[in-house]
């Protein structure tokens, strides 16, 4: 059987994932030619700025602008 995660557990993962992600859609800036590419960046921002809400996010050192960091702005 699966060995099951914390919440804790679970949000270190997802917080991971999605950097990792972002790391790989940050050369997408034209939206007119990157439309899913860009819904996937807008999704996963989305997604980090949510688990930077989490109390012992700060813990993680992931108290930084998502946005600015991945040129969404």
Do not use: P
Not at 17 to 46: C, V, W
Not at 64 to 70: A, I, K, R, S
């Amino acid at each position: 059987m699966k060995k099951l995660l914390t919440a804790d557990e679970i949000l270190i993962r997802m917080m991971k994932i999605l950097l990792n992600n972002l790391d790989e859609l940050r050369e997408y800036r034209d939206t007119s030619k990157h439309l899913f590419q860009y819904g996937e960046k807008t999704a996963y921002i989305e997604c980090f700025e949510l688990i930077q809400e989490w109390e012992n996010a700060g813990e993680f050192g992931i108290g930084f602008d998502v946005e600015f960091y991945f040129n969404f702005k």
